[in-house]
């Protein structure tokens, strides 16, 4: 492949990408990605260590343990993600594991009680999530996700590489299904979140997730009773807050 251009030009980039790879089962993605972005702007994961996260992180231990792997802390997780993380970050080698939190002034300043997300969810998720991402992906030219397609109306048509700014979106599971998912860890044994158990089928903050009752999808449970599906890191509130940081890539 040509070098990689400099990532002004992402839009079309990432439909040459995808033309190219978008049909690739996610190992040969993965693969593909890394050699491309390592050495030209960086590359890493990010990871919520919920529900569904040991299948990426499996793959992309295969191809690279030393990757870089987010995990945004927001100060509302259940403390099984924590046990969790710990666990499967040491099942599979995982050697560079970057935790991110908000920033302190900012919920000193919106929400020092921890309470914000009962009376304006947009504003919690915004300090809690969006602002600290955009600062986790912003020295990386790439990373990967572990989205699917089938989560979430809002995933419908989500492209394998997809612009983010002058950045590059991965998610090497679009086209998986939750039967792929599960055949996947029982081949490969891996550990499984305790959460899942009892319900939580998607797992986000604990105080904006509840088990998905039987027939739901399994977002279901999250912002339960509420019209917010997605938190916004994988909207345009991330690309807004990337909108004035560029990369470096050479071409």
Request: glycine share 8%; hydrophobic share 40%; net charge negative.
């Amino acid at each position: 492949m040509a070098a990689t251009p400099r990532l002004r030009d992402t839009v079309s980039f990432a439909a040459e990408l995808n033309a190219r790879y978008g049909a690739s089962d996610a190992a040969t993605v993965i693969g593909v990605a890394i050699e491309l972005f390592r050495d030209q702007g960086g590359i890493a994961a990010i990871s919520s260590f919920g529900a569904d996260s040991a299948v990426l992180l499996h793959l992309i231990a295969g191809a690279d343990a030393g990757l870089p792997v987010l995990f945004l802390d927001t100060g509302q997780h259940f403390g099984e993600t924590f046990e969790y993380r710990d666990q499967l970050a040491a099942d599979l080698g995982l050697t560079n594991l970057i935790n991110i939190e908000p920033l302190a002034t900012l919920i000193a300043e919106s929400d020092p009680h921890g309470k914000l997300h009962q009376s304006d969810p947009d504003l919690c998720c915004s300090i809690r999530k969006v602002e600290p991402m955009a600062r986790a992906v912003e020295p990386y030219a790439a990373w990967f996700t572990g989205r699917k397609r089938h989560q979430a109306s809002t995933r419908a048509e989500m492209p394998v590489f997809e612009a983010v700014g002058e950045r590059i979106r991965i998610n090497p599971l679009a086209s998986w299904t939750t039967a792929d998912q599960a055949d996947y860890m029982r081949r490969h044994n891996l550990r499984e979140n305790p959460l899942v158990a009892f319900g939580y089928f998607s797992i986000g903050c604990f105080p904006c997730t509840q088990p998905v009752k039987p027939g739901e999808d399994t977002r279901s449970g999250r912002w339960a009773g509420a019209a917010k599906t997605e938190c916004g890191i994988h909207l345009t509130g991330l690309e807004n807050a990337l909108s004035s940081t560029r990369v470096t890539v050479n071409s």
